[in-house]
Structures are given as structure tokens and as C-alpha cells.
């Protein structure tokens, strides 16, 4: 009989074994230098367009090392203050400067973060998605773990060309500006989703 073994877990590296009084001050300067890069690229599309809620988002850890941010979602801006407050909306505390500073910097800090929420190491207030959608907003500018791909794969079919073996099956719509209002069906469907009707103001749940 065969058996499976479970699988490996995410593993923090050497940072989660720095001492504190290492650990702190390195913390701050990373959190620094984030707020730092946020401020730096607020007018970027990469950046403008991922700020799309207003809400509050602390990062802090048990050995007395916070920062907080304010994303204004009308503006699209972002500002931070080294400190926390008594009710951010969202927000992430680490048991240690040390074990944030493993999640943070490290190329995997996706699956390393969530191993330490299930194990009790980061305790969460508001969203998980959040704490998720800070950390790829980061990472805009700071490209740790980013590999680029491939303008284009070789041999990519990017335009209609009848010659080619099953171009036949291919049917090539005109364009339209609207849905056919002859097809309810289609309309139905559109009303349902979630862009059209945040478009249209209506309240959208929390992720």
C-alpha cells in the first residue's frame, strides 16, 4: 500500500530567526520604504487602478512595530502614518518583527502568510483578501518573486486568417456597440453581473 505524504510547508527562511533587536528596526525600514514606494507611484495606472476601495489597513506586530495606510478609492490616493489606530478596517499582526519580515520580503510570501494564519501566527481583522491585495499592490514596484512572461507564443493565431486550416470553423462577428435587444436572455445576464451594476452604484459586498 502506498502512502501519500502531506505536503511540505511553506517555510519562512532565515529572516524568521532574527533576534528583535535586528528584526525591529529592519521591519520599520521596510514598511518605510513601501509607504515610500506607494506615495511614489500613486499616479501610475498599475497603482491607481488597484485602488478602488476607501479603507484603512494596519500592519503591525506584537513587539511594538506598526504602520498604517489610507486608500481613498474616490481619489485613487494612498497615505501612511507610522502608527496604529484602535479600529482599522483591515489589518494583520504578526507575533513577531521577525516572522513579518519572512512574509514580507520573500519571493513566496503568499503561501508562507497564509501557513502562519493557520498556525496562529498572524492574526487577521477585517479581510484576508486584503491583507492578500496589499501585498500584490507591493509588489507594483518592488518585483520580488515576479517573473516576466512572454510577449507573444510562437505561432500565435492574433489574427483572422482564412487560409488557415480550420479558419472555417471561425465565425467573425460585426461589431456592435450594444447587446441585441431582441435577446432577453443576454440582458438577464448582464444585469447580474457584478461590474455592471457597481457601475451603476449599487452596493457591492465586501470580498
Avoid: C, K
Avoid at 476607501?54 to 486608500?71: K, M, N
Avoid at 497564509?114 to 479581510?127: F, K, L, N, Y
Avoid at 447587446?179 to 445576464?189: R, V
Wanted: charged share 20%; aromatic share 6%.
Amino acid at each position: 500500500m502506498t502512502v501519500s505524504r502531506p505536503p511540505r510547508a511553506a517555510r519562512a527562511g532565515p529572516l524568521r530567526l532574527l533576534p528583535g533587536v535586528l528584526a525591529r528596526p529592519l521591519l520599520r525600514a521596510v514598511l518605510a520604504t513601501l509607504a515610500l514606494g506607494l506615495r511614489l507611484t500613486r499616479r501610475r495606472a498599475r497603482v491607481r487602478d488597484q485602488v478602488t476601495r476607501t479603507l484603512s489597513f494596519t500592519l503591525a506586530t506584537e513587539d511594538g512595530v506598526a504602520r498604517t495606510w489610507w486608500f481613498d478609492g474616490v481619489r485613487r490616493t494612498v497615505r501612511s502614518a507610522p502608527n496604529t489606530i484602535p479600529d482599522p478596517d483591515h489589518g494583520a499582526y504578526f507575533e513577531s518583527s521577525a516572522r513579518a519580515l519572512a512574509g514580507l520580503v520573500s519571493p513566496r510570501a503568499v503561501p508562507i502568510i497564509v501557513a502562519d494564519v493557520h498556525r496562529g501566527r498572524v492574526r487577521i481583522r477585517g479581510s484576508m483578501l486584503i491583507l492578500l491585495w496589499f501585498w500584490g499592490l507591493t509588489r507594483t514596484f518592488l518585483p520580488l518573486g515576479r517573473t516576466p512572461g512572454p510577449g507573444s507564443l510562437p505561432g500565435a493565431y492574433l489574427a483572422h486568417d482564412p487560409a488557415t486550416h480550420g479558419a472555417e470553423s471561425i465565425v467573425v462577428e460585426p461589431a456592435r456597440d450594444e447587446l441585441d435587444h431582441d435577446w432577453p436572455a443576454a440582458w438577464a445576464a448582464r444585469s447580474r453581473l457584478w461590474l455592471v451594476r457597481g457601475g451603476a452604484g449599487e452596493p457591492m459586498p465586501e470580498p
